[in-house]
């Protein structure tokens, strides 16, 4: 049964995860994924689950569809899911299309005790009840039960073929609305540009992009709602306050290429003690001397350097961080802990909300944690990111003082 008998109100569990690795090396990973993902679903007990899935089916999603097709087979119909009666499937498998293709993948399932839930029609403007399990994909831009857009080349003008974008859908629980939006932004595309200003202008991209999302999902064309925005932001920590503080007592050496004159690697070196290398920094080579910096008291040293959520203080909301940066991981199935030097480690998986979204999520009756929020797979090797959740319980009646929301959840 669904929830602990104890704690009142709907459980909500809320899932990022970046899971193109797992395409990449299905035979190792998937298995332990899925037991690792079953293992927080059963231990939070959700009335509601959602999973928002960044570059679903991996690099080359033609040649991963068998794959893909089992992974979505095995979460709707597997032993571990069967409490849930009800669910929808979102996957953008428009592979072919590069206007559109964002390689997100949205997942959400209902319990068999969930009653009063029901999902918005974007086309329709109205909400509709939700029964059985549906898989929707291919071209979902003419799906009313969703909105979903890629975001313009010329955003990130200098990758040739990129699959930012997001997918918002919106449901009604309990008298609340909601939307849950699975994101995905632009990565650094170089450590070596990314070290030259504060803040990098990957951060300026990213910025750009999230602005443009939340002034989508908060336009005039509907009722406003409390929304979650979860998924892969590629949030960076500030690369060069963080080879500043890591590097101190260093002394940098510059390495250029013979034709081009352009610097290629920055290598830092102790000042005295044999002038030992500690950080050797390339495009995509991030080579520091001591992990365990990146992994002690779940990096919490590095979490001021996370700034890039700052300019949107006022628009969204995130608890609390107590787990370790999310990417990026060994893809070596034998190594669960072990990052790779090809990035500086970052919390790039988040789940954000908006201010009213947290009123929502942090009412409670008694003293009881009912706020989780955590990664998953701590010790094993979940592909290069850590999926991350959030767990909380959605209080009797939370969606009631905002009358003008909770009067549209009327199902017709």
């Given at each position: 049964?669904?929830?602990?008998?104890?704690?009142?109100?709907?459980?909500?569990?809320?899932?990022?995860a970046?899971?193109g690795?797992?395409?990449?090396?299905?035979?190792?990973?998937?298995k332990?994924?899925?037991?690792?993902?079953?293992?927080?679903?059963?231990?939070?007990?959700?009335?509601?689950?959602?999973?928002?899935?960044?570059?679903?089916?991996?690099?080359?999603?033609?040649?991963?569809?068998?794959?893909?097709?089992?992974?979505?087979?095995?979460?709707?119909?597997?032993?571990?899911?069967?409490?849930?009666?009800?669910?929808?499937?979102?996957?953008?498998?428009?592979?072919?299309?590069?206007?559109?293709?964002?390689?997100?993948?949205?997942?959400?399932?209902?319990?068999?005790?969930?009653?009063?839930?029901?999902?918005?029609?974007?086309?329709?403007?109205?909400?509709?009840?939700?029964?059985?399990?549906?898989?929707?994909?291919?071209?979902?831009?003419?799906?009313?039960?969703l909105?979903?857009?890629?975001?313009?080349?010329?955003?990130?003008?200098?990758?040739?073929?990129?699959?930012?974008?997001?997918?918002?859908?919106?449901?009604?629980?309990?008298?609340?609305?909601?939307?849950?939006?699975?994101?995905h932004?632009?990565?650094?595309?170089?450590?070596?540009?990314?070290?030259?200003?504060?803040?990098?202008?990957?951060?300026?991209?990213?910025?750009?992009?999230?602005?443009?999302?939340?002034?989508?999902?908060?336009?005039?064309?509907?009722?406003?709602?409390?929304?979650?925005?979860?998924?892969?932001?590629?949030?960076?920590?500030?690369?060069?306050?963080?080879?500043?503080t890591?590097?101190?007592?260093?002394?940098?050496?510059?390495?250029?290429?013979?034709?081009?004159?352009?610097?290629?690697?920055?290598?830092?070196?102790?000042?005295?003690?044999?002038?030992?290398?500690?950080?050797?920094?390339?495009?995509?080579?991030?080579?520091?001397?001591?992990?365990?910096?990146?992994?002690?008291?779940?990096?919490?040293?590095l979490?001021?350097?996370?700034?890039?959520?700052?300019?949107?203080?006022?628009?969204?909301?995130e608890?609390?961080?107590?787990?370790?940066?999310?990417?990026?991981?060994?893809?070596?199935?034998?190594?669960?802990?072990?990052?790779?030097?090809?990035?500086?480690?970052?919390?790039?998986?988040?789940?954000?909300?908006?201010?009213?979204?947290?009123?929502?999520?942090?009412?409670?009756?008694?003293?009881?944690?009912?706020?989780?929020?955590?990664?998953?797979?701590?010790?094993?090797?979940?592909?290069?990111?850590?999926?991350?959740?959030?767990?909380?319980?959605?209080?009797?009646?939370?969606?009631?003082?905002?009358?003008?929301?909770?009067?549209?959840?009327?199902?017709?």
């Amino acid at each position: 049964m669904a929830g602990k008998a104890a704690a009142p109100g709907t459980a909500v569990l809320l899932v990022t995860a970046n899971v193109g690795s797992l395409f990449d090396d299905p035979e190792n990973l998937q298995k332990n994924w899925l037991r690792e993902f079953y293992q927080v679903v059963h231990t939070h007990r959700p009335h509601f689950l959602a999973l928002h899935c960044q570059e679903f089916g991996g690099k080359n999603y033609e040649a991963s569809m068998s794959h893909v097709d089992k992974f979505v087979r095995e979460l709707l119909s597997g032993d571990a899911m069967k409490e849930y009666n009800r669910a929808r499937v979102y996957l953008d498998e428009n592979y072919e299309s590069q206007e559109h293709f964002t390689a997100l993948g949205s997942f959400y399932f209902l319990h068999e005790s969930l009653k009063n839930i029901s999902q918005f029609d974007f086309k329709a403007k109205k909400y509709k009840k939700v029964t059985g399990k549906e898989i929707y994909s291919d071209t979902l831009e003419s799906t009313p039960m969703l909105e979903k857009e890629k975001f313009p080349q010329d955003y990130f003008p200098e990758c040739k073929w990129s699959r930012k974008g997001f997918i918002r859908t919106r449901w009604c629980l309990a008298d609340c609305a909601f939307d849950l939006v699975n994101i995905h932004l632009f990565h650094d595309a170089s450590n070596l540009v990314a070290w030259e200003t504060s803040p990098s202008v990957y951060s300026g991209i990213r910025h750009k992009a999230l602005g443009y999302v939340l002034d989508r999902i908060i336009d005039q064309r509907f009722e406003k709602a409390s929304y979650f925005v979860f998924g892969d932001f590629n949030f960076r920590l500030d690369s060069k306050s963080v080879v500043e503080t890591l590097c101190t007592k260093a002394t940098m050496q510059t390495v250029r290429a013979a034709d081009t004159n352009e610097v290629v690697k920055l290598i830092f070196r102790e000042s005295d003690n044999d002038r030992k290398v500690m950080l050797q920094l390339e495009k995509k080579l991030f080579d520091y001397f001591n992990q365990e910096v990146f992994r002690d008291d779940n990096g919490t040293a590095l979490l001021e350097f996370d700034k890039e959520l700052s300019v949107f203080k006022d628009r969204l909301y995130e608890l609390d961080i107590s787990f370790p940066p999310s990417y990026p991981y060994s893809e070596d199935s034998s190594q669960g802990r072990q990052y790779m030097n090809t990035r500086c480690p970052a919390w790039c998986d988040r789940v954000l909300m908006s201010p009213s979204a947290k009123e929502l999520i942090l009412r409670s009756e008694s003293e009881e944690k009912v706020v989780t929020y955590d990664h998953i797979g701590p010790s094993v090797c979940m592909g290069d990111h850590k999926p991350v959740f959030l767990a909380f319980r959605m209080a009797p009646g939370a969606g009631k003082p905002h009358a003008r929301v909770h009067k549209c959840c009327v199902v017709q």
